[in-house]
Nanobody, 120 residues
Framework: QAQLVESGGGLVQAGGSLRLSCAASGLTFSNYGMNWFRQRPGKEREFVAAISTGGGRSDYADSVKGRFTISRDNAKNTMYLQMNNLKPEDTAVYYC?????????????WGQGTQVTVSS
């Protein structure tokens, strides 16, 4: 059974850094482009960052460009989100996502989320 488990969230002051991890099991991790999403208080879930299967391409929401870096280690079945210069508006539950890579592939998988709280 496929499972995604996020970790690394916590409480940090504005300007600080955190590194989130997403550990995958029960799926062929290297087949999946991977995403980070977040849900801020009172808001809908929103896209944060994406990375290609091999890690050579990435994409970011405008709100995090230049501050967040997405990466992955296929040998460890793990994806990361390095978050620097955090702002109070980055406070959210962060989720990793493995979307379907074809109409017939298994997916769409989601983790349980990890809370990030940025104090001003």
């Amino acid at each position: 059974q496929a499972q995604l488990v996020e970790s690394g969230g916590g409480l940090v002051q504005a300007g600080g850094s955190l590194r989130l991890s997403c550990a995958a099991s029960g799926l062929t991790f290297s087949n999946y482009g991977m995403n980070w999403f977040r849900q801020r208080p009172g808001k809908e879930r929103e896209f944060v960052a994406a990375i290609s299967t091999g890690g050579g391409r990435s994409d970011y929401a405008d709100s995090v460009k230049g501050r967040f870096t997405i990466s992955r280690d296929n040998a460890k079945n793990t994806m990361y989100l390095q978050m620097n210069n955090l702002k109070p508006e980055d406070t959210a539950v962060y989720y990793c996502n493995a979307p379907k890579y074809s109409p017939t592939s298994p997916g769409d998988y989601w983790g349980q989320g990890t809370q990030v709280t940025v104090s001003s």
